[in-house]
């Protein structure tokens, strides 16, 4: 049997394979702009060891830093943002961190979300990744999703049957990001009740790195998000009691029984955040 020769195409977002070959529209649902920021020593000290993640500052979006070894990656993403948007929001928040974007360089990249409707591959010719617009219609996150498709078009490609890819691709991702799509919707819409029940609840916290590790699914994630609130809330209410008693060690050592180890571990020690330090000082 005779070699089959076939092309992926994985050059990103704005992949120059699809649209030689008349491949998805290259519509942009969301975007987004990141910077790489350097602080003095002093500074990154306070960011060590910690993610920020900040919500309800943009409609449909957040922002992030994250500290590497002697600078700090921020960002923001948003679905449909307006023009300047983006940049106004990023320097604004930023600002309340000390953070200052002056004589920063900032990159901005569209983020295409599959939908289904837009055709991801010809007869030899297969789109995977972002090229394929398969970025995390929740959080732009998109690793997972292209190493998947990648093994997948692979499998199609030696199995001499790449006309399957797009079946398989909605099967294995394309509904789940469906789902996902919903949810995100949903939850940006909703963000006050969402983040009050859903973020300090340790169990979706951890249910989130599984998710993003590729070792649960996106229906996995929102169905343990849901089961576990009220164990979450039972949790809470027990271990307020008991300190309300003067029981603090007691109180402490339940959470630690109930709650995943390393994500309570990184609560109490605040190298997970959801919000500007107080009064946006550092």
Known sequence: ??????????????????RALGLRSQRTLAAAIEAEVPLPPEAMRWF??????IFGKIHYGYLWIFPKHDHLTIGIGA????????????????????????????????IPIYTHHEAVSTARTLLVGDAAGLADPLSGEGIRFAIKSGRLAAES??????????????????????LTMLFSMSFYFFQAPFLFLGTPNPFSTQAVVEMLADR????????????????????????????????????????????????????????????????GRM
Do not use: C
Not at 6 to 16: F, H, K, L, Q, T
Not at 163 to 172: A, F, M
Not at 231 to 255: M, N
């Open 1 to 18: 049997m005779g070699t089959l020769r076939a092309e992926i195409g994985a050059d990103g977002a704005n992949s120059v394979v699809a």
């Open 48 to 53: 060590e060891q910690r993610m920020v993640f």
């Open 79 to 110: 679905l449909h943002p307006k023009a300047g948007e983006l940049q106004r929001t990023l320097k604004e928040v930023m600002s309340r961190y000390g953070i200052s974007l002056e004589g920063v360089t900032l990159h901005g990249h569209p």
């Open 157 to 178: 490609i030696l199995s001499g049957r790449p006309q399957n890819y797009p079946r398989d691709l909605h099967r294995l991702i394309g509904l789940s990001h469906r």
């Open 216 to 279: 649960m699914t996106t229906t996995e994630f929102i169905l343990l998000g849901f089961f576990t609130l009220p164990i979450f809330a039972g949790t809470e209410l027990a271990a307020r009691f008991l300190s309300r008693l003067g029981q603090i060690r007691l109180s402490e050592r339940l959470r630690a029984w109930i709650y995943p180890k390393d994500v309570s571990e990184s609560y109490r020690e605040g190298r997970l955040l959801l919000k500007p330090p107080h009064n």
